[in-house]
């Protein structure tokens, strides 16, 4: 895309720009010095409030966070910071309930990833058909999408009531008993991967059929000239061409799982939802991260979790990029 | 009936409004605090006119007894403006950053009972003294001690208290064959917990079908506890609660609650709890003064007549639950909000609030008024709630409060919660929630 923008050096070159005007030497020096000061210094310019808001609201917090982390301060009292250096993290490491949540976030995040991304994929695959109102529908698949996680929350925790939800009527009524939801292990976890596969399928969905409609269509012409099949042409045309997409989406839902809060923490509410259960049984990293600072009142080791959790994304990066790289040079 | 939930131990107000709650963190979510902006103190305006900003949480009854209104009447140049958190926990929070960072807070600020111990060793230097304002001897003694440092700064003034009673149904008591009269109720558990399991055993032999003994084990366990003297802390502010001889008897108790199968293992004023007075399916419930109105609330006409009041069991009184208000030292209008302090916490307006939303007085003065002396509550059979509140508030001793008694109840109630619903061996139970106890204290 960038090739086709002309070089900036020389000016007048860019059509429709004025020629220059003869003017004095010294007028012609002073002015080309501003040029070459425009061209060096204006892009700066033009990219600095990026930098200057993250730094102010990125960066700064991460490096304060990590401050505090080294640190007991107290929500109660905080002015008062007293130095422990690693103690807030070996804290936590020896804290049964911070695996817990790793665990829990790990489990969340394939059960609902995986089946989400598939379901994505077949829900891009049809939309690509020619469709009639076709508009109509991607906008239908992206509605969840479009909900706040609160609201998602609130109504699938109906939903998910162990007395009188709609779910446990339903099984009831064909005679399939009830079940508690929110209690069960894998259950509650299931209901939690329900949630966030609702609102991020369609999300998904768009962006792969985006990247499908970029495929260019005489693949599959000669494909079906080769007599293939529309599931094998799906399999042979479709995904090996959006592979760099289904890696990006992959990237984006671990982050998202990683960071997942509101569905656990409403999925019961109130005293229950900030401990991820009575037995923590659906607590995810930032569940335990704000139950840590906001609950206990304990900001050392909550800022320790928050970076906890930025080296497993780290971590999980790595590894992402180690299996890409490798299947890069098998499929070489 | 399986949903598990604890919130039993913070108090009415963190706890009435639990569903609220779901919204409350529904919002806290979203970003959208729609009240921060508003909330700060200012000084007067140009014409000398004064808005006062009160930022409390649940419900405190000042609206609902219209003495805001009230007060702009008397004082045409006041007028009061009134922020409420639906969610005590997500108030405390924000109170607390507030205090930290000095903006935002408004002339007046609720406190919570269960966070005033941690304010008065921490934070007093961030209030105005109210000694010099309100005479501390006015309020029951326990109530005034809470709020005051030891060197007799004032931070708060008592709101309401919860003296402890024991509501029940009279119409499932008969259909068991126990007594329905609340002296014959109260008589059956003169001697304590003990005998108010006794009770459910008895009741549970012959109970009509669908219904429980009690609603919450935790509820009980709050109501044993709140009845000593010393609970989770030691007077010298260490933390004891593995050795309070309180705090055991009420775990034990709750274990044989549990094991009996006498509880439903409701969360308190969650909607399954609800939905189970709206049934009707709950025979007692462990009553501090403001749980009169919610169960009157959520169990709607039907069962109007039905329920009764009898005296707690034992012969200790309780106390569970209660507020203050404190005026922050950084405010504009200290010594207007001091006033206002004084006046919403005067007998006759704190009786008000009684006759409003049932929330029951801490002052004295408001015990002899006819409002709170001669009060009967229809609902529950006529029964003379001032008398046996007021009865209980004057003889319950003076507790030693902590700084985190709040989250100590509510991770020991979360346990209780796992005994009742999940049958967790008491031992496992205890280990887990001591577990999470000391993770909160260090």
Known sequence: MATSIPARGAPGSKPGRRVPKPMSPGRQAWRSRLWRFDDKASPYAYIAPFFLVFGAFGLYPLLYTGWIALHRVEMISLDRMEWVGWENFSRILQDPEFWTAVGNTFVIGVISTVPQLLVALGLAHLLNYKLRASTFWRTVILTPYATSVASAALVFALVFRADGGLLNWALDFIGLGDTNWANGHWSSKSAISVIVIWRWTGYNALIYLAAMQAVPSDLYEAASLDGASRWQQFRNVTIPALRPTILFTIVISTIGSMQLFGEPLLLEGGTIGAQGGNEHQYETLSVYLYNYGWKLGHLGPAAAVAWAMLALLLLIAAINWLVGRSVRKTSA | ?442
Request: charged letters at 25%.
């Open chain 2, 1 to 442: 009936m399986r949903i598990t939930r604890t919130v039993t131990g913070r108090s009415r107000r963190a706890a009435v409004l639990a569903t609220t709650g779901l919204t409350a963190s529904a919002l806290l979510l979203t970003g959208c605090s729609s009240d921060s902006d508003q909330s700060g103190s200012t000084g007067p305006d140009a014409n000398g006119n004064i808005t006062l900003t009160v930022a409390d949480f649940g419900q405190f009854g000042y609206k609902e007894a219209g003495l805001f209104a009230k007060y702009h009447e008397l004082h045409p140049n006041i007028t009061v403006k009134e922020n409420v958190t639906a969610d005590e926990q997500v108030y405390y929070p924000k109170f607390l950053q507030q205090l930290n960072t000095g903006s935002g807070l408004a002339d007046i600020q609720g406190i919570e009972v269960g966070r005033v111990k941690e304010l008065v060793d921490t934070k007093a230097d961030a209030f105005a003294d109210l000694a010099g304002v309100i005479d501390a001897g006015q309020w029951v003694n326990w109530k005034a001690l809470q709020a005051t440092t030891d060197d007799g700064k004032v931070i708060g003034a008592g709101t309401d208290i919860g003296p402890m009673s024991l509501c029940y149904r009279r119409d499932l008591f008969e259909q068991a064959g126990l007594p329905a009269d609340r002296e014959e109720v109260a008589a059956k558990v003169a001697g304590g917990w003990d005998d108010y399991l006794k009770l459910g055993e008895e009741y549970r032999k012959k109970a009509p079908k669908g219904t429980f003994y009690m609603d919450s084990a935790s509820a009980m366990y709050n109501s044993v506890v709140s009845s000593n003297e010393e609970q989770y802390y030691a007077k010298d502010g260490k933390a004891i609660y593995k050795d309070s001889a309180g705090v055991k008897a009420g775990w034990n108790l709750a274990a044989e609650a549990a094991a009996k199968d006498l509880t439903a293992g409701l969360a308190q004023f969650q909607d399954p709890w609800k939905a189970a007075l709206r049934k009707g399916t709950v025979a007692t419930v462990a009553c501090p003064a403001w749980m009169a109105a919610q169960i009157a609330t959520y169990a709607g006409d039907e069962f109007k007549g039905k329920w009764d009041i009898a005296r707690t069991p034992g012969e200790t009184a309780a106390n569970w639950g209660g507020s203050f208000l404190a005026v922050p030292a950084k405010g504009k209008n200290v010594e207007e909000a001091q006033k206002l302090v004084k006046w919403l916490t005067a007998p006759e307006q704190q009786a008000a609030v009684f006759k409003a939303v049932g929330v029951f007085p801490s002052n004295k003065g408001a015990y002899e008024l006819p409002e709170v002396k001669s009060a009967k509550l229809a609902y529950f059979n006529n029964a003379p709630i001032g008398e046996i509140y007021a009865a209980e508030a004057q003889v319950i001793p003076a507790a030693v409060l902590g700084p985190k008694d709040g989250i100590i109840k509510d991770s020991i109630s979360t346990q209780i919660n796992n005994m009742e619903q999940r049958g967790t061996a008491p031992d496992d139970a205890w280990k887990a929630a001591t577990e999470a106890i000391d993770k909160v204290i260090g």
